[in-house]
C-alpha cells in the first residue's frame, strides 16, 4: 500500500469551527447558531483530559457495561474514564428505525428525526445512552464507507455524545465484504473525505480510530491524513490488519512511541493494545507517550481494569487479598453489581432483597438450602414438566442481549472449574432476568466454597490448583532445564534475558510467563491469556496458508543472510525460528508476537 502526500494528506488541517451545510434537508445548524465546536486538545480538555478509554467492542460496550466499568471509578473523578459505545452501522442506522432503536436509547422514544443540537429533550425524557447524569463522557462510533450517509446517522446522535468517531479498525471478515473498518486504509481520499464531512458540518468533533500499517513511515502518513482531514483524536491500535485471531499477536508501541515524538504533543493520542490489567496502563502510557489508554478484551474480563484496589485492610466484602497479598475483585460481587445495574436503569425495578457477600470470618447462620432454579411468584412448586422457551417473549434490549456473552467472559475461569454453572449460564435466554439471577446464586455458592477451602487450608488449596496448571507446569519445567544447563555450563541463568540467559527470554517470550503474572484464584476476575501464535501454531490449532508459509520461508532467507549462523532477531525483532512438527518436519519462520490483550 502506498500513501501520497499530493492527495488529501498534504491540505492544510481544516479550522476547528463548524462550518454551513450546503444542503437542505437535515442540515447542521450554522456556526452562528450551534455552540462553538472544539477542536484537537482544547475538546480533550473540556471533557476533563481522560486517561482511561473504554474501547467500542461490537454489541459489547452497551449502556450496562459501561456503567459497571464506570461504577469501579472514584466518585471524585468521574471524567476519568471516556467510553465509546458499540460500532454502529451508518447505513443502517439510517435507513432502518428499528436498528436504531435497538442500539442506541438516549430517549424513552424513538429517534425518527434529527435532535436539534440546540434544544435538547427535558430530563424526564432522557433514558440511557449518552445520559448527562450517567453516561458521559461518551463517543459514538461509526463504520461506513460514504461520507453523505456517516454524516446522516452521526446528526441522530450527535447531541447525546461528546464526539462522533470513525472506525478504521475493524479487521474481521465481515468488514472485508462491507468495505469498511481497516479495509478503507487503500483509499486515503475516502478516509479523508469521511472525516472532513463530520469535521465541517457536524455539531460535535469528530474522532478516528486506525491500525498501524507495514511500516512506521506509512503509518505516520496515514495519521496525519486522518488528522489534517478533521480529527480531533487520533487513537492508534498497535497491531496491523491481519493480526487477529490466532494470529493476533504482541501490539507495537514503539511505532506509537514514533507517532507520538512525529506528531507532537498538541495531538492527542491514545493508545491500544497489550492492555491485560491495570499494571499495564501506567506503562503503556510511559513508553508510548500517549495521552490516555485504551482497552477492550481486558475491560470484558475485568471490568475494574482502570480502577485502582482498595487499601490492605479495606477490602471489604467485594475485594478478596490472599497470603501472598495478591488478590482482586471477586466474582460474585462484580456479578451483583452488574445485576443491579439492570434492574435500577434497564429494567427499572428494585433489585431483589439478598444477603451479604460471604466473609470466611462470618459467624455461621442457618441458610436454607440452595436451589438451582428459583420458582417464581404465584407458583406453588417447580413445574413438573419442562417448559417449552417459546412461551418468553423475546427483548431487542441491548443491554439485555449481551448478558450471556458478557458473563461467560466475566465468569470464565468460574465456569471452567463449576458446570453447573456453565450449564445454567448456557441456558439462560435474553430477557430472562430470573435464570440470571439463578445463576447469579450459583456463583456466590461456589465463591463461598472456594473462600472456605482456602481459608481451611490456610491457602494449600491454591497452591495445589496452580500446581496442577498445565501451562505453569511447563513454565517450571523450562525454568528447571535452563536451571540444569546452566549449572552444567557452568553460567548462570541470566534473569534480564540476554544472550547468557538464552533459555530464559525464550521463555520470556511464551504466554506462560505471563499467566503466572496474570494467574489468581478462580473466584477472581482476572485476564484470560491467549497462547501465543507460535504456541498455536504448534499444537496445530493455527495453520497457514501456502502463501504464508511461502512468505515466511522467504523472510526466513532473507534473515539467515543478514545474520550469523547462531544468530536469531531479539526481542526487538519481528521473527524468531520455530520448528513446527509437521509431516514435512519443516522448520518456518513465524511472526513473533504476543497476547491478544485489546
Not at 234 to 262: N, S
Not at 489 to 505: L, M
Amino acid at each position: 500500500m502506498t500513501i501520497s502526500n499530493d492527495g488529501p494528506a498534504s491540505m492544510a488541517a481544516p479550522s476547528s469551527e463548524p462550518q454551513p451545510s450546503t444542503t437542505t434537508s437535515n442540515s447542521a445548524p450554522s456556526a452562528s447558531s450551534a455552540p462553538k465546536k472544539l477542536h484537537g486538545r482544547a475538546f480533550y480538555e473540556s471533557i476533563g483530559s481522560p486517561k482511561f478509554v473504554l474501547a467500542p467492542m461490537v454489541d459489547q460496550s452497551e449502556f450496562a457495561w459501561r456503567m459497571i466499568t464506570r461504577s469501579f471509578m472514584p466518585p471524585s473523578s468521574p471524567k476519568d474514564l471516556l467510553a465509546y459505545t458499540p460500532m454502529l452501522h451508518a447505513r443502517m442506522f439510517t435507513e432502518t428505525p428499528k436498528f436504531r432503536d435497538a442500539h442506541f436509547q438516549p430517549l424513552r422514544t424513538s429517534l425518527t428525526s434529527h435532535p436539534s443540537p440546540t434544544s435538547l429533550a427535558p430530563p424526564t425524557d432522557l433514558y440511557l445512552d449518552g445520559n448527562p447524569s450517567l453516561d458521559r463522557p461518551l463517543f459514538a462510533q461509526f463504520c461506513a464507507n460514504n461520507p453523505d450517509e456517516l454524516l446522516n446517522a452521526a446528526k441522530y446522535i450527535a447531541p447525546f455524545v461528546d464526539a462522533v468517531d470513525l472506525n478504521l479498525g475493524c479487521p474481521q471478515g465481515i468488514a472485508r465484504k462491507g468495505k469498511y473498518g481497516a479495509f478503507l486504509q487503500e483509499d486515503q481520499d475516502l478516509i479523508f473525505s469521511l472525516i472532513s464531512k463530520l469535521h465541517l458540518e457536524l455539531s460535535v468533533p469528530v474522532t478516528a480510530k486506525i491500525r498501524i500499517l507495514d511500516t512506521k513511515e506509512k503509518t505516520l502518513e496515514y495519521a496525519r491524513n486522518v488528522l489534517s482531514a478533521g480529527a480531533s483524536i487520533l487513537t492508534v491500535h498497535g497491531r496491523t490488519r491481519e493480526m487477529k485471531g490466532h494470529k493476533t499477536g504482541l501490539a507495537d508501541w514503539r511505532v506509537l512511541r514514533y507517532l507520538r515524538e512525529q506528531l507532537g504533543r498538541e495531538v492527542v493520542i491514545f493508545a491500544n493494545g497489550n492492555i491485560l490489567r491495570k499494571e499495564d496502563i501506567g506503562r503503556c502510557l510511559e513508553v508510548t507517550g500517549a495521552d490516555g489508554v485504551m482497552s477492550a478484551e481486558g475491560n470484558l474480563y475485568d471490568p475494574a481494569i482502570f480502577a485502582e484496589p482498595p487499601a490492605v485492610g479495606e477490602e471489604g466484602r467485594e475485594y478478596w487479598r490472599g497470603r501472598d497479598g495478591k488478590g482482586g475483585w471477586r466474582m460474585d460481587a462484580v456479578f451483583r453489581r452488574y445485576m443491579d445495574i439492570l434492574y435500577k436503569h434497564v429494567l427499572e425495578t428494585p433489585a431483589p432483597v439478598r444477603n451479604p457477600l460471604f466473609l470466611p470470618c462470618d459467624p455461621e447462620i442457618l441458610e436454607k438450602e440452595e436451589r438451582a432454579v428459583v420458582v417464581g411468584e404465584g407458583e406453588e412448586g417447580p413445574p413438573k414438566k419442562k417448559r417449552k422457551r417459546g412461551g418468553n417473549e423475546k427483548t431487542s434490549n441491548p443491554n439485555l442481549l449481551s448478558m450471556q456473552p458478557h458473563l461467560f467472559h466475566l465468569l470464565r475461569p468460574l465456569v471452567s472449574k463449576h458446570h453447573n454453572v456453565r450449564d445454567a449460564l448456557a441456558r439462560c435466554r435474553a430477557g430472562d432476568i430470573q435464570a440470571f439471577e439463578n445463576v447469579l446464586q450459583l456463583v456466590e455458592a461456589a465463591v463461598k466454597g472456594g473462600l472456605k477451602e482456602y481459608e481451611e487450608t490456610e491457602g494449600r488449596s491454591w497452591e495445589e490448583e496452580c500446581a496442577r496448571d498445565e501451562r505453569l507446569k511447563a513454565l517450571k519445567e523450562k525454568e528447571d532445564q535452563a536451571s540444569v544447563k546452566a549449572d552444567v555450563n557452568g553460567e548462570g541463568v541470566n534473569r534480564k534475558g540476554d544472550e547468557k540467559g538464552g533459555e530464559k527470554a525464550e521463555m520470556d517470550e511464551s504466554s506462560i510467563e505471563t499467566v503466572r503474572a496474570c494467574k489468581r484464584p478462580w473466584w477472581i476476575v482476572q485476564p484470560y491469556v491467549r497462547p501465543l501464535p507460535k504456541e498455536a501454531l504448534a499444537k496445530g490449532s493455527l495453520t497457514l496458508s501456502k502463501k504464508e508459509r511461502a512468505a515466511l520461508e522467504a523472510a526466513a532467507v532473507t534473515a539467515t543472510k543478514e545474520e550469523t549462523k547462531d544468530e536469531k532477531v531479539g526481542p526487538s525483532g519481528y521473527v524468531e525460528a520455530l520448528e513446527v512438527v509437521n509431516e514435512g518436519k519443516e522448520k518456518v519462520e513465524v511472526p513473533q508476537e504476543g497476547l491478544v490483550c485489546c
